[in-house]
């Protein structure tokens, strides 16, 4: 009965209003800022791939860690499951057109995350410890003229992104990886979750500057290895690529509709679960990724910015559409298992890149998994203490939150808890909610905090260039 309630909430929570609330903040900012944050995307790149020099970085700013590093660790709770998984599930329920849902989703969602991470550093505060500390709850505390308001907003905030931390961010992911390893080497539940658990509070015993570590190791590595397998798949079913193509595109406007539409509205199939698996994939918009950003050492709000708003392209444009590419060129989207079940889910990708690579196709999804997921737990594990600290100054308390998220991992890599699942997925999508508003309230001092940077930065290296080639 409860979990029945809870699912309920839950299917609302990442229904079509919010998903509609989401890309329409994104496009209301895109259109905000004059379309900079596309205009700039090739900058911000240019900006994550430059080289780094130690004495600019010492003189660049406060801050706990590197802007890579801090990129990195965003990264790492973003490129999880939901790129091999949530890609797959989004195929089969939404059709191959679930793709361009996605990237339109993200195209909009550069903008949210900039002007997320933006507000992140503008607002940031020092700890007890010396460390930074930033997201959303400080953006409300701090930006916010109506005070009891804007400390609600961030109480709930933090509250909710709390909750979801050992959830979504530890539970799930932990049961990921322990299912992969077991269905694919055998080895006991318990045992995975042991040793799981001790590599966690081995890396979350250093803090911010170990997570930034491991993440800026960690997350390249494993996105390079697993855009290589990829490319080569498609490239070995190369001659399934326009049509696996047309599909998409084709299918992405079909006219066929679902229910669940909005105020008489119909949409597809293909855009709610395109929409639905994006937003939960890059996390634009749930303000989880500025909270990592506000660590950074920088000297403007909007460089970091740029460089936090990279992770969407990343994740969304770079990562997800390649497993979209792999499914849709492998010819396994529609087909069944040897029970008759259609495949979904890490099967359909294990599947689509055993098409061509066979049993090592498969090694190589589970070690995807199991490399993003761990990523991703340390990511949200900095998530959810940076808010918890909001809530409770007391530093013991974050000592006391890094022990128990590290033995909720054992639970979760030995235990399947629908309900907490289900409930922590609802957190997540309530973190959104006062995000949004504090984006929406706080625009103008996005839109200053990007013209500012524009002028004072970013046309100036321009022309210095120019004269430099003249």
């Not at 900006?47 to 860690?65: C, H, L, M, N, T």
């Not at 359909?348 to 090592?360: I, N």
Request: proline share 3%; glycine share 12%.
């Amino acid at each position: 009965m409860i979990n029945d309630i809870i699912s309920a909430v839950n299917d609302f929570v990442w229904g079509p209003i919010m998903l509609t609330l989401l890309v329409g903040t994104g496009v209301f900012l895109t259109i905000r800022l004059k379309f900079l944050p596309w205009r700039n995307l090739g900058y911000a790149l240019k900006s994550v791939f430059k080289r780094s020099d130690p004495k600019e970085d010492a003189e660049s700013g406060e801050g706990d860690i590197s802007p890579f590093q801090s990129l990195m660790t965003a990264l790492a709770a973003t490129i999880g499951t939901g790129n091999i998984v949530g890609v797959a599930t989004a195929m089969v329920l939404g059709g191959p057109g679930a793709l361009v849902w996605m990237w339109i989703s993200a195209i909009f969602g550069l903008s949210t995350k900039y002007a997320e991470s933006v507000l992140a550093v503008k607002y940031r505060e020092k700890n007890a410890n010396g460390e930074m500390a930033g997201g959303p709850m400080y953006a409300l505390k701090n930006g916010f003229k109506n005070k009891t308001l804007g400390k609600v907003l961030a109480f709930l905030f933090a509250l909710f992104a709390v909750l979801a931390s050992f959830g979504i961010g530890n539970m799930t992911q932990a049961n990921s990886i322990s299912k992969a390893i077991n269905g694919t080497f055998g080895v006991p539940l318990w045992i995975i979750g042991l040793i799981l658990t001790v590599l966690v509070f081995i890396v979350l015993i250093g803090g911010i500057q170990s997570i930034g570590k491991v993440c800026g190791t960690l997350v390249p590595v494993m996105a390079v290895f697993y855009f290589v397998a990829g490319v080569v798949v498609i490239a070995m079913n190369f001659a399934n690529v326009p049509k696996g193509l047309a599909d998409i595109f084709s299918m992405a406007f079909s006219t066929q509709a679902m229910a669940g539409g909005f105020g008489g509205m119909m949409i597809t199939s293909a855009l709610r679960y395109g929409v639905a698996r994006g937003v939960f994939s890059n996390e634009a918009g749930l303000g989880s990724a500025p909270i990592a950003a506000a660590a950074a050492k920088t000297d403007h709000p909007s460089r970091q910015g740029y460089i936090n708003m990279t992770g969407t392209f990343f994740d969304t444009i770079v990562v997800c559409s390649l497993t979209g590419l792999v499914i849709a060129s492998s010819g396994m989207l529609g087909t069944t298992d040897a029970a008759g079940e259609l495949l979904t889910g890490v099967d359909l990708t294990k599947a689509a890149f055993a098409s061509v690579l066979g049993l090592p196709g498969e090694l190589l999804v589970t070690i995807g998994i199991m490399l993003f997921a761990f990523s991703t737990i340390l990511g949200w594990e900095y998530y959810g203490e940076k808010s918890l600290e909001y809530l409770i100054s007391a530093p013991i308390a974050s000592k006391i939150y890094r022990i128990v998220f590290s033995l909720v991992v054992f639970v979760g890599s030995t235990t399947t808890l629908e309900i907490v699942w289900n409930f922590s997925d609802t957190m997540n999508g309530l973190m959104a909610i006062p995000n949004l508003i504090c984006l929406l309230v706080l625009s103008g001092d996005i839109a200053k905090e990007c013209f500012d940077y524009q002028e004072g930065f970013i046309v100036p290296e321009r022309e210095a260039r120019k004269n430099t080639k003249a």
